[in-house]
């Protein structure tokens, strides 16, 4: 027989199959599945167009409609929403094609993709509102929720981990990566602004996918989920001349002028460890609840971002010293 569960997924492809006909007069679609996202969405190539299918009530379509139209209006590439069927969780949409920054990034490419991705950036980071959509706020409520999510799913569910004799030491440093967060400028926030995330398209544009869950936040947040991308790592030095090259990107719209080279840094540093510690909340959750393996091999490059970044700052010692014996565990 088969499971509840999968009846209810064959009743949302015929429901979204007879939607595309009558909406959009796709008659007989042919649905092809595409790579989805850590989350419950799925998406179709249905030629000319890419369908998504959000099933309520866990996902919401309202706030990917209402963002998509704000960044397409001041010049950012977001898929065009030729459809939308906002209560059921269907969308039609224009199809970037295959060619995410993932699949495409080289040594030989990765200066120039990256460039255009952070002048991207700065365009997004400009949007100052969403008409009908109000954005929630990235605030240290929210990352102490973070944090104990990433307890609760990372060091408990998945590592079977007893963290009661170093959670005051740990509580005091992840308070040091929240007060980093909260004193840099808020500006809009893309929230999952990397590789996989990001297209190649033609005439050097970038497009611009996943934007659904946009906080106001940090300005670092998006800078650091690009460079340090849980899906792939650059060379150190890389690392830095890209960070400062954004910088003086934003100074030269006169924006962050009395903002050091050096507390820029820090800051990404800074905002790129609570942003890991989140990531490896995300790829445990989805193994532990879902049955989802595919993420876990994210975790090992996750957790040498955390490692590292925290070996440079005093102030973190019992955090790095925490994670290393939690690299330990994850090996064996």
Known sequence: MESAEGLKVDNRMQALKDWLQSSAG????????????????????????????????????APFVAIARALRAIGLQTPEIIEADIERGFLLLSDFGDQTYIKTLSIYNVDELYQRALYSLSILQSCQQVPNYTLPLFNAEFMWQEWQWHQEWFLQQYLGLDISENKNS?????????????????????????????????????????????????????????LRDC????????????????????????????VS?????????????????????????????DQQEQYLMYIPRTLNYVIEVSSHYKELAPLHD??????ASCAR
Not at 31 to 51: E, I, N, Q, T
Not at 180 to 194: G, I, K, L, N, T
Not at 322 to 327: D, P, Q, S, T
């Open 26 to 61: 796709l008659k007989d679609s042919k649905l092809k599945p595409m790579p989805g996202d850590a989350s419950f969405r799925r998406y179709f190539r249905v030629p000319p167009y890419v369908a998504m299918d959000a099933p309520p009530p866990r996902e919401n379509c």
């Open 170 to 226: 740990l509580d005091q440093c992840y308070g040091f990566l929240v007060e980093s967060a909260v004193e840099q400028p808020q500006v809009f926030m893309h929230r999952d602004y990397h590789s996989a995330n990001l297209m190649v398209l033609p005439n050097n544009d970038v497009g611009i996918l996943d934007f659904q869950d946009a906080f106001i936040g940090p300005v670092t947040y998006d800078l650091a989920s690009l």
């Open 231 to 258: 899906y792939v790592d650059w060379p150190g030095k890389k690392v830095e001349e890209w960070v400062l090259s954004y910088l003086a990107m934003l100074q030269a719209r006169g924006q962050l002028r009395s």
């Open 261 to 289: 080279e050096g507390k820029f840094l820090r800051w990404f540093d800074l905002m790129g460890l609570q942003r890991h510690l989140k990531a490896l909340m995300t790829f445990a959750r989805k193994q532990v609840r």
């Open 322 to 327: 925490f994670y290393l014996k939690v690299k």
